[in-house]
């Protein structure tokens, strides 16, 4: 295993992305990780990420020097390669200019991490620069603006990179890091079947012959965590399906086919549209919106949880489609980042006092859709868009009701059709449509129309984090409206959200 140090670098999860890609298990810790706890856990190599802050700032974020005496393989990238300057006596100061972008560095020497090249294209971002390097290092390249571009010490295996590996735009970023698990000595066997055993294994020593109950929404993540804990112990599982009647078009049926498809042993679904829109009537406020939603979830859940308990004995475990960014996220919460909507998940252990199961907790994204894959889960449903849990709740925007659900639920039919018919739905990272709380004049045929608006976004976006609005080619966003007002009655607009997140977020509420 590579322990991959954090120092808030916004690289940091693209480094452990790129070991595992490599066939190494990588995974990230705090910087305030202390030498013994990082000692128990054994790492091949230690990284030390980037970050944005300067070494010689008062309130720079640290480390344990002594994790440099493990004699454990170390890198520091970028920040990392600056602490590792500074903590051993080498002397860090601000360049002549902010170096940004792409660079070339000039090779000298035998860095291992270098072996073979000599004049490569890389990505540097910084401003400090380490100006002296400590004693017994070797300088082994240097840029046109930055004498110090790499840096090593052969008799203690740490090294030091100023641009980064990590990242696209350093082309052989990829073959460095190979080298340092080289000279880590690593043994490649990260890999997905390996990981799935392994899961299979754990689920079973967790669980034993215990009764696990889970939520599933139709989503990837709960979805291979689902099908991951049914294959190991059938007949342990119960899957929960809500529908609270903020779902799209066709989707209740969609899950209920897929789990079938599967064949799913305990799946129940629960029709809880009713409860769930009588909590929400009167309701403007999205905040209040959300908290409702999340709050009839629990109580739906208990209650379906109650009588499955009932009939089937005690229930001990809660499963959960946590991913590992998910727990990096909410393990290191910045203090600088207030909240913007309070994002609704079925979060309940605490009420109900279950232990969780979570199978895909060390796992990214991609890698759940590959495990899912190898799970031969079908490809059109590890490939959905993202759905929020308050569903169509947040994009029916202001008070929802019936009426404007079941418009909202054509319009998004016909928006998410065309761009399947015409190959784009793959092409964008989430696409939906919203329905605005106010109508507009319009004509149909000879009478005047006075209805609603409706709004279609799409966005490109890696994390959800940052998006941009997506560029739908005009032939088919005409074809898109054109239907939509045609064929959806009680709609005069069509409009497309061209706003960025940020300022903007993905959806509306
Ligand atoms: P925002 O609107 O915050 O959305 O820019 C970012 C991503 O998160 C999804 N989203 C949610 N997902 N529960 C979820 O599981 C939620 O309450 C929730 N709210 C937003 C959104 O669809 C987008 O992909």
Redesign the pocket.
């Known amino acids: 295993m590579i322990a991959v140090i954090n120092f808030g670098g916004q690289y940091c999860h693209l480094i452990a992305r790129k070991i595992r890609e490599l066939g190494v298990k990588a995974e990230i810790f705090s910087h305030t990780i202390s030498v013994q706890e990082l000692k128990k856990l054994n790492p091949d190599g230690i990284i030390l990420s980037g970050g944005p802050a300067s070494v010689n700032q008062k309130d720079a974020p640290k480390m344990d020097l002594k994790i440099l005496d493990l004699g454990i393989p170390v890198l520091g990238i970028c920040y990392g390669m600056q602490l590792i300057a500074k903590g051993l006596n080498g002397t860090v100061d601000k360049g002549p200019s902010k170096e940004y972008g792409k660079s070339i560095i000039s090779v000298k020497g035998k860095d291992p991490l270098l072996k073979g090249l000599k004049k490569e294209q890389v990505w540097l971002s910084h401003f400090d620069t380490v100006k002296k390097a400590p004693k017994n290092f070797v300088v082994s390249s240097s840029t046109k603006t930055c004498s110090i571009s790499s840096m090593y010490s052969p008799s203690k295996k740490l090294f030091g990179l100023q641009f980064h590996p990590e990242v696209h735009h350093t082309p052989n970023g990829k073959k460095i890091l190979s080298n340092f698990l080289k000279e880590c000595k690593a043994k490649k066997d990260w890999n997905l079947s390996s990981a799935i055993k392994g899961i299979q294994k754990e689920i079973k020593q967790k669980t034993g012959k215990e009764k696990i109950i889970m939520g599933v929404s139709g ?1 990837v993540d709960s979805l291979v965590a689902s099908v991951l804990i049914h294959k190991t112990i059938p007949g342990q599982l119960f899957c929960v399906f809500i529908d609270n009647g903020l779902m799209r078009k066709n989707e209740k049926t969609y899950i209920e086919s897929l789990y079938k498809k599967m064949k799913f042993r305990h799946f129940f679904s629960v029709n809880a549209s009713e409860e769930f829109l009588s909590a929400l009537k009167g309701v403007f406020d999205p905040e209040e919106k ?1 908290k409702i939603i999340g709050h009839t979830f629990i109580e739906v859940f208990e209650k379906k949880a109650k009588e499955l308990e009932l009939k089937h004995g005690k229930i001990s475990f809660l499963g959960q489609g946590t991913i590992y960014p998910d727990r990096i996220e909410s393990a290191e919460p910045s203090k600088t980042t207030s909240k ?6 079925l979060t309940l252990p605490e009420k109900m006092s279950l232990k969780l199961v979570e199978p895909l907790r060390e796992f990214y994204k991609d890698e759940v859709r590959e495990l899912g894959k190898t799970l031969k889960i079908p490809q059109d449903a590890l490939q959905r ?6 569903g169509l709740g ?1 994009r029916v925007l202001g008070e929802v009701s019936r009426e404007k659900l079941e418009i909202l639920r054509e319009v998004d039919f016909i928006f998410i059709d065309e761009l399947k018919k015409n190959n784009f739905y793959s092409k964008t ?2 696409a ?1 449509a919203a329905l605005f709380p106010v109508k507009a004049v319009g004509v149909k045929g000879d009478e005047r129309e006075y209805s609603f608006v409706v709004a279609l976004r799409a966005v490109n ?1 890696v994390d ?2 940052t ?1 941009d609005w997506t560029r739908i080619p005009d032939k088919l966003l005409e074809k898109i409206s054109s239907r939509i007002l045609n064929e959806v009655n009680g709609v005069s607009r069509v409009l497309y959200d061209i706003s960025q ?1 940020p300022p ?5 509420e």
């Open positions: 989503g959300r913007i909507k309070s994002h609704h998940n868009h993202p759905f929020p849990g308050p947040v990272w989430q939906f976006s959800g984090m998006a997140k903007a977020t993905i959806e509306f």
